[in-house]
């Protein structure tokens, strides 16, 4: 040994041949707090025994040089002890850690007493604990603790005392608790918002309440949402900012707690939530959106099968699924009333189920507006429903295809947006940020706002569905003159982007700049393929204004298209009366 060594040990020592270092034997110090120690025949021991509960046994020829602290000595044929002085103590160090200084309790009471204690050159022999100085009990291991009971009301000291095994001790700082009598709880109601209100999403909602304690005061008042807790209010007045609420019904209430932790619960109020327009959402989390199934989450209402899934999306990292079900599943929200706009704007991502009619096929259903994807082969079209105002109307195709799976759905995520102008009552379709179809007429004009949207799903195959937007706003582009055309498209074609002249013909070619502009045409051209056929006359008769064809003779008649346009006839039709009365004639020259 090499020291000063403290060597600090739980179980009984045996000691065989030398220990410690014969010419320092101050070096070693053993302690052993409950066990003993044993030096065997001709063995020695060069340093200092400290085990106050234990005993030192010292056979045949064997020796301590040192000293020794023991319960009980034992020395056989010719073993001695040979007294050194011991090197001088330290105390110990010892602190309670429980209960808190000043903390309060409920007649009777009972008190866990925890204390922490170490020493600096040995070992804790034993921490006792004392109650307004009287010993209350204590420990020998730790963790040192006590526990106290049927404490009476009125004030209370505790303090600690540990002892190390060379019987040095050390108190701690007292402790003082309050121990109260019957405690009366405490009352709270909540003063805002009332009951029944109703408010617009996104909502911030400020909870209010009023609490008071008869025989005390109030340490917190928490607020609730149904069972979830909100937030907390550590001082009067007691109000918390709630932020971030979806579309739905919740029931509000607050809790207060006096300084013995007795609580009391207001009356719950109900409040609404709308789905007030401008709104987007992608169900995602951070909206509060979970997982599972979607009836009940964000307003939703849903009948069938629908679920906020994360095994697809086309934004963020969830999406719902409209599940295949027969009758087939629908999700809608209802929007409140609004006033000053005619004009509103659906945007959405999904992948849609064909089915062989309009009638079989998923749609989406917006306030007199129908859309839907129906098969066409191993494709599907887009169809929309051209209403008559009075409640009914037929369905019409788009010519706008997507490639369907076996089962179906769509191969790929499509984007559709509705532009719907009730001060005209029709509405138009973008598919994928192109314009497919214009100016269709609503299902029913007495409708003057947007109220609702409906997804219905499919029998044959799910239905996905993401990231919706419904406001007054063009989702696609800028477009200040509302008239449905990007304004950057209008300024560089000649059209003015601060007028709403969709229904106006800047080129006199027959075809208004809405259709030029959805059919992919220059407005200010009134010969875009440059064929010297105008734009409209190719459209009315099927022929292709983005080709040059004037020389093809599209009818088969023996005139191209030119001559056809020169003498006013039909290029589409040979050798029968025309819609101008007359007649395509095929020239016939006799063989020569």
Known sequence: ?????????????????????????????????????????????HGFVNTPSGGVTLNGNSRIVGAVV???????????????????????????????????????????????????????????FFHNGVLAGGASIAPYQLIVTGLAAGSHTFTARATDAGGASTDSSPVTVGVAGINLPPSVALTAPLPGSIFNFPA????????????????????????????????????????????????????????????????????TVQAALPYITDFEGPEGYALGALDGQGGWVVSGFATNTDQTSYAGGRAVILAATSPATRISQIFPA????????????????????????????VEGARLALVREGNEGEWQVFQGNGAGSGVWQRTGHKVALRADGQSVAWQRLTVRQNFAVK?????????MIASDVGMIDNSADRFSRFEVVGATSSDV?????????????????????????????????????DRSSDLDGDGLTNLREYR??????????????????????????????????????????????????RDPSKGAVTDINGAVNLRLYSPAR
């Open 204 to 271: 911030t909602i400020t909870l209010a309440a009023a609490a008071q304690d008869p025989d005390g005061s109030i340490t917190r008042v928490e607020f609730y949402q149904d069972k979830k807790r909100l937030g907390e209010s550590t001082q009067a007045p007691f109000n918390f900012i709630w932020t971030g609420m979806l579309p739905g019904s919740y029931a509000l209430s607050a809790r207060a707690y006096d300084g013995h932790q007795a609580a009391a619960d207001s009356v719950a109020a109900g409040v």
């Open 426 to 434: 029709q509405w138009d379709l973008y598919a994928d940020g192109r």
């Open 338 to 365: 609004y006033s000053g706009r005619s004009l509103v704007y659906l945007d959405f991502f999904a992948r849609l189920a064909a089915g062989d009619t309009a009638a079989s096929s998923s749609e989406v259903r």
């Open 70 to 128: 023991c319960d009980q000595l034992t020395l056989k044929a010719n073993a001695l002890i040979r007294g050194v002085s011991n090197p001088a103590n330290q105390s110990p160090i010892v602190a309670l850690t429980s209960p808190a200084n000043g903390a309060q309790f409920q007649a009777p009471a009972t008190i866990t007493l925890m204390a922490s204690a170490s020493d600096p050159d040995g070992a804790i022999a034993r921490v006792d």
């Open 519 to 568: 059919l992919g045409l220059r407005p200010d051209a009134r010969d875009t393929d440059g064929d010297g056929l105008p734009d409209g006359w190719e459209v009315r008769y099927g022929l292709d204004p983005l080709r040059a064809d004037a020389t093809t003779d599209s009818d088969g008649d023996g005139q191209t298209n030119m001559q056809e346009y020169l003498l006013g």
């Open 1 to 45: 040994v090499v020291g000063p060594v403290v060597v600090t040990i739980a179980k009984p020592v045996s000691i065989n041949g030398e220990w410690g270092a014969a010419s320092q034997p101050a070096w070693l110090v053993l302690n052993l707090p409950t066990s003993g120690v044993t030096l065997n025949s001709s063995s020695s021991l």
């Open 464 to 500: 996905v569905f993401d990231h919706l937007y419904l406001g007054f706003d063009h989702p696609l582009f800028t477009d200040a003159d509302e008239d449905g055309m990007d304004d950057a498209w209008e300024s560089a074609r000649g059209l003015n982007p601060t007028i709403n």
